[in-house]
């Protein structure tokens, strides 16, 4: 659990021309309970008040020429400014030339006290406002969707996980996938026998060691099947090693 942040209040902000985009968030789930609690701060800054001319318009064609529009930077620039309340507030653009987000990343951005994310419509955002302000460019995955604003869901609601009091009970967060480098365990609940699949016997069998023990070897199992790349970077344990070579052995066994 030492990776979890032990301040009580991380303040999200959000620059957006969809404000309502964002409202569900805080309606529903593990986050909106949290932002009620007021674990976490949550605001969204329509990037369209920072426009001066009749028609709020905030993009505009590319220099270049080409297809598509571009976030001008006057608006953003305000925007940025004006969201955060410290020169450290850290920036993050959403958008997919960004590193691709991963669970070290929510760690390290739990660690910040105030966020601004940007999200991005069209093209993109004027590259100025890049050079400038922002801290992290963050991607949610090598494909491209249409605004920054489902992305920016995804990254704020897996940092909020991370800050302490979010969810319920912090071991649920560091027993999930990816805090060590490793794939979840498999889980099951009632009935014990669902379409002639039986509960793997282990699991009834009241032995915390021994399930302990068949979860670990789960995570390893599921990793090596599923994403063996994620354990040539996870740090194991000498009982994870040993647990490797023996499922290795196995499985060599079987092929
Ligand atoms: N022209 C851009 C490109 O090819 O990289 C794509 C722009 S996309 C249509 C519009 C906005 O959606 C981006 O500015 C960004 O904020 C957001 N976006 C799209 N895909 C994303 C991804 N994989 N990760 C994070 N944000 C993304």
Not at 107 to 133: H, M, N, P, S, T
Request: proline fraction near 5%.
């Amino acid at each position: 659990m030492e990776n979890i942040e032990k301040k009580p209040i991380v303040k999200f902000k959000v620059i957006t021309i969809f404000p309502d985009f964002f409202k569900p968030m805080l309606e529903y789930g593990v986050f909106s309970r949290a932002y009620k609690k007021g674990l976490i701060s949550f605001e969204t800054i329509d990037l369209r008040d920072f426009t001066n001319d009749n028609y709020k318009s905030v993009d505009d064609e590319p220099y270049g020429g080409g297809s598509g529009m571009v976030f001008k930077p006057v608006p953003l620039g305000k925007a940025i400014k004006k969201a955060k309340s410290k020169k450290e507030t850290k920036v993050v653009y959403l958008t997919p030339s960004g590193r691709v987000f991963n669970s070290d990343i929510a760690k390290e951005l739990a660690k910040e006290e105030e966020l601004v994310f940007i999200c991005g419509r069209y093209e993109g955002i004027d590259q100025r406002i890049v050079d400038l302000y922002v801290d992290y460019e963050v991607s949610i995955g090598d494909y491209v969707i249409s605004g920054g604003e489902p992305a920016a869901m995804v990254v704020i609601d897996a940092i909020a996980r991370h800050v302490e009091g979010v969810v319920k009970e912090m071991e649920s967060v560091v027993k999930d996938s990816f805090y060590d480098g490793l794939l979840d365990y498999p889980h099951y609940t009632r009935p014990e026998t669902y379409n002639g699949r039986k509960v793997p016997e282990v699991l009834l069998s009241g032995d915390h060691k021994r399930i302990e023990l068949w979860r670990e070897k789960m995570k390893l199992v599921e990793t090596l099947t599923k994403r063996p790349d994620l354990l040539e970077k996870a740090k194991l344990t000498q009982t994870q090693k040993k647990l490797l070579t023996e499922i290795k052995e196995q499985l060599r066994k079987l092929t």
